[in-house]
């Protein structure tokens, strides 16, 4: 899309579903006070300098991810006006030779490159307190314009913010962040008058690029480019999605800009070269030091785009960014899940190192202990009524797979084709109904949004899992018997709906008890007591009952075993496809094609690694299947 007006403004704001507006949140409150406020300047010249209009006619909108109430989900932090952040009781001023709490800007300019400032709050584990430390403040909403040669007879226009926080997959106190305007004019005066060729918008390292007539970059008021700020890394994109990246240009993570946004128009405060306030010439950090990407970042003018505004952009300036697919896919949900969640362990590791090193230890203790403690030979192939240790089984089950390949990998056939028609689902229930605002109004961090999301993949996903998995375990019990073709999965399909519907039922329980931390433990204890009623309801009518029998006295082995079966039949193609996805330049289907082949085999491996786990606890239990 060129720059063209989207709705306007009103149009918009009533659009936003009425349980966003109803909500009297304080951040929707001052975005929409700001918002009708309009742009403003704030600069030595009045109001007639080139350089000055220039600034008031292409000030940006703002478009954060809306927040209905401070610690809620949505966009935290605003960028501000640096100006409030002198002579505060609660703000340090860190030097090689001292500290100053409650520095002046004067202080802060004087300061050499060794010195930090040091803002209320942990960086790695901020809690809602940098939030409360930005109401604290009532600053206004605030870019910092400055109109500056772009070294190749051109004009720069660079709009500077900074925000009080990042809260992304890297956390630190302090954030700047820009977009940039280039114009083929050698001043102000006759950039006015041709206006603006290329934008480019800083997104983590890198910055993506548009043509100011074409392109992604939205514009309102025929002048005001929108900016939609990454929820808590404030990279700034062109339009409303969810982002994928995986290098330090990009990101290494899922940058989100989706809807609702919460339209903002900052004042703008000219920087002009004659007249730069104080504070510019700081050469410290703008936020506490910690270790690589948390730590707090420097200022503009340190910056090489600060005098080399064109030389940026040819080096790290690249054309376009990358959405996710609509809806989500299983690799890259897994993808962002995981980019998150290890940055929190990172994050803990390095706030609490004793304590992960400590929980670390543990978990290889006891993963080494198990693995020294079962057996693994010899081999029992099925059909046998010995009983098999742990790694028996699992050694077992792989013979079982290898020895008729093809037979197990048409078994799997279901999944890929059920991977495509649930991606293809999710992308027209997102796009072309209006479930997705629904969702983006739930919110994808949020309980009730994350069982949303994930409902409408298992819709068709689950399903084909719980079929291949289910002809999985009947291969291994009549091995000369059944098709493995499309007919065979038809006909377990109709032979065993009661197993079928017990892997449901099991993966809703299942999913339900670790939505939150507080249901874990029923979960855990759920799992493990139902960890064979799959194959137990290939015999009996209360596959549950019967199951919660057999491990009576063996629950700890059984929900060892079972994750082991999880890893395998459903991490493993993650994995397998988040490692295509890191490494290569493939696109998201090729990449879920690659997940999906894999998954031919580790799914009905899967199935296979349940029925001997349920043949052995009947072995135990002196009892042999029918």
Not at 257 to 282: C, H, I, K, M
Not at 527 to 536: D, F, G, L, N
Not at 578 to 597: H, K, P, Y
């Amino acid at each position: 899309m060129g720059a063209t007006d989207p709705l306007p403004f009103w149009s918009r704001i009533l659009s936003i579903p009425e349980k966003i507006r109803d909500q009297k949140g304080l951040f929707l409150a001052v975005s929409l006070a700001v918002t009708l406020a309009g742009p403003s300047v704030r600069a030595s010249e009045g109001a007639d300098d080139p350089a000055t209009q220039l600034a008031d006619r292409y000030a940006p909108v703002l478009m954060p991810r809306t927040q209905s109430e401070r610690c809620g989900p949505g966009e935290a932090y605003l960028p501000i006006d640096v100006s409030v952040l002198w002579d505060r009781p609660d703000v340090v001023l860190r030097t090689e030779a001292a500290s100053i709490t409650g520095p002046s800007e004067s202080e802060v300019a004087a300061a050499g490159p060794g010195a930090h400032l040091d803002l209320p709050g942990n960086a790695l584990r901020p809690g809602c307190d940098y939030e409360r430390f930005e109401d604290s403040l009532g600053a206004a909403t605030t870019v910092y314009a400055r109109v500056v040669p772009d070294g190749d007879g051109g004009l720069a226009l660079q709009y500077w913010m900074f925000y009080v926080y990042n809260d992304w997959n890297d956390r630190h106190e302090g954030d700047w962040e820009m977009i940039q305007l280039l114009f083929d004019a050698p001043d102000a005066a006759a950039a006015l008058e041709v206006g603006p060729e290329l934008v480019a918008y800083a997104q983590h390292e890198g910055a993506e690029l548009s043509y100011w007539d074409e392109g992604p970059i939205q514009v309102v008021d025929g002048t005001h480019p929108l900016v939609f700020p990454g929820r808590g890394s404030h990279a700034s994109y062109f339009s409303s999605d969810d982002w994928f990246g995986k290098s330090a240009q990009s990101g290494f993570g899922c940058d989100d800009t989706s809807a609702p946004n919460s339209e903002v128009r900052p004042q703008v405060v000219l920087l002009a070269d004659g007249a730069l306030p104080a504070w510019t010439a700081f050469a410290g950090r703008w936020g506490e030091p910690q270790p690589s990407f948390n730590n707090g970042p420097t200022g503009p003018a340190t910056k090489g785009r600060w005098t080399e505004p064109r030389e940026w952009v040819d080096d790290e300036g690249r054309w376009g960014a990358v959405p996710l697919p609509a809806g989500g896919s299983k690799v890259t949900d897994f993808f962002c899940t995981a980019t998150a969640a290890g940055s929190k362990v990172m994050f803990r590791a390095l706030d609490e190192p004793w304590l992960v090193a400590a929980i670390g230890s543990l978990m290889v203790l006891a993963i080494g202990g198990l693995a020294l403690r079962t057996r693994w030979r010899p081999v029992v192939m099925p059909p046998s009524d010995e009983p098999r240790r742990g790694g028996q089984i699992l050694l077992t089950a792989a013979s079982v797979v290898r020895r008729e390949p093809v037979r197990f990998g048409q078994l799997g056939l279901l999944l890929p084709l059920a991977g495509v028609l649930a991606t293809a689902l999710q992308a027209a229930l997102f796009t072309i109904t209006g479930v997705g605002a629904l969702e983006g109004v739930l919110g994808r961090d949020s309980v009730f949004g994350g069982l949303f999301a994930t409902a409408i993949g298992l819709v068709l996903v689950g399903p084909a899992i719980a079929i291949s998995a289910v002809a999985a375990m009947e291969a291994v019990r009549h091995p000369e018997s059944g098709r493995a073709d499309a007919r065979g999965l038809v006909s377990v399909a109709r032979r065993h709906t009661r197993a079928i519907g017990t892997m449901l039922v099991s993966f809703v329980v299942v999913f339900v008890g670790f939505a939150t931390a507080v249901l874990v433990p029923v979960g855990l204890w759920w799992q493990a007591r139902s960890a064979v009623a799959v194959p137990a309801a290939l015999d009996s009518p209360t596959p549950f009952g019967r199951s919660a029998a057999l491990t009576r006295g063996h629950r700890v082995r059984a929900l060892g075993i079972t994750w082991v079966a999880v890893a395998v039949g459903i991490v493993t193609p993650l994995l397998v496809g988040l490692a295509v996805l890191l490494l290569t330049d493939r696109s998201f289907t090729f990449v879920n094609l690659v997940s999906g082949a894999v998954g031919l085999f580790t799914v009905p491996f899967a199935g296979v690694i349940a029925q001997l786990q349920y043949d052995d606890l009947c072995a135990r239990a002196s009892v042999v299947p029918t």
